[in-house]
């Protein structure tokens, strides 16, 4: 989730909006894993309007326990 500032350069907004997004997806990925609920896979997530990115996620486990 990008957004910028028209106020500002818009990097700080970016920045900020980065690390949200980053902690969100973070949450929800350690939640679904604490719930036992299967994550790992390639997820892909179509939006509307199309002036909406689609997205494809790949979400692997890099210890394997």
Excluded at 9 to 17: H, M, R, T, Y
Aim: charged share 45%; proline share 3%.
């Amino acid at each position: 989730m990008r957004g910028t500032n028209r106020d500002t350069d818009g990097e700080a907004v970016e920045e900020e909006a980065d690390r949200a997004f980053e902690s969100e997806l973070e949450e929800l990925v350690l939640r679904a894993f604490g719930e036992g609920k299967e994550i790992e896979g390639v997820w892909d997530l179509e939006y509307e309007p199309e002036e909406l990115p689609d997205w494809t996620v790949t979400i692997d486990r890099k210890d394997r326990i």
